[in-house]
């Protein structure tokens, strides 16, 4: 009995993690850029205290969202800011406090202040880990290769110039998790952000589009009632266990 309640009650506690992600990726199914989340697997641990010394119950060691980059539905804008990163390629940011994080994010926009930034509002790094400022007047492309480049409306006649750099990096061989305020970061960095491992595949970028969201809202919407019957199930496995005590409690007084 005492392990049964153990059980039933700490896959449920556990449970309640995974659905939180799965409504925050069915909230964000439109999204641009948004990465759907792999939850982490539970583990059994010892639980030591009264009663008896072999109950188990499944705890998760970290609770952490690892992003999974999937290509999501690429849109077409003509917008020449709008960027789709390429297969595993990832957009350094500002994040709030200051430290470099990374997005999928690519509707980039020119600041008030002169500076390239994203939708929500974070500073587009560069190469270096500094802002990339642009100038008033001229029309701003993106290269594949993330080099922003500037015309000058008065020369025409001569060719763009590169007045930046993206800071674009392959994570194929990072693992990313998604931190409290929606970016990336590699795994283990705990909030503090900073560059991550470069993958062996070149990083590269298309300008004219976005990248949608890679969640696929049937497969979130079967996960979330396959939880909900899971969950209900372990509640009627702690309600049957408690009768069954309270029948035990019975017998051994009317004995």
Do not use: C
């Amino acid at each position: 009995m005492d392990k049964l309640i153990f059980t039933a009650l700490g896959a449920a506690s556990n449970q309640s993690f995974q659905r939180v992600q799965l409504t925050n990726d069915l909230a964000n199914i439109s999204t641009v850029g948004y990465k759907r989340s792999q939850a982490s697997r539970p583990e059994s641990a010892t639980l030591n205290g009264p009663g008896f010394p072999t109950r188990f119950q499944p705890v998760v060691p970290s609770r952490v969202e690892r992003v999974l980059l999937d290509t999501g539905t690429r849109m077409e804008t003509g917008n020449p800011l709008d960027i789709a990163m390429n297969d595993a390629t990832v957009l350094g940011v500002q994040a709030e406090g200051g430290e470099v994080a990374f997005t999928r994010r690519g509707d980039l926009h020119v600041s008030s202040d002169g500076f390239l930034e994203t939708g929500t509002g974070q500073l587009v790094l560069g190469e270096g880990g500094g802002a990339i400022a642009i100038p008033q007047g001229g029309i701003v492309n993106i290269a594949p290769d993330g080099t922003v480049f500037f015309q000058d409306p008065t020369a025409e006649a001569e060719p763009a110039q590169p007045i930046g750099q993206l800071l674009i990096r392959d994570a194929s061989a990072a693992t990313l998790v998604r931190r409290t305020d929606g970016l990336f970061e590699a795994e283990g960095a705990n909030g503090a952000g900073g560059d991550i491992p470069i993958g062996p595949n070149t990083a590269s970028v298309d300008s004219g589009s976005l990248e949608g969201s890679n969640v696929s809202a049937v497969e979130v919407m079967v996960n979330l009632l396959d939880f909900y019957r899971s969950f209900e199930t372990q509640m009627k496995v702690i309600k049957s266990s408690e009768e069954m005590d309270k029948d035990g409690s019975r017998l051994m007084r009317a004995g």
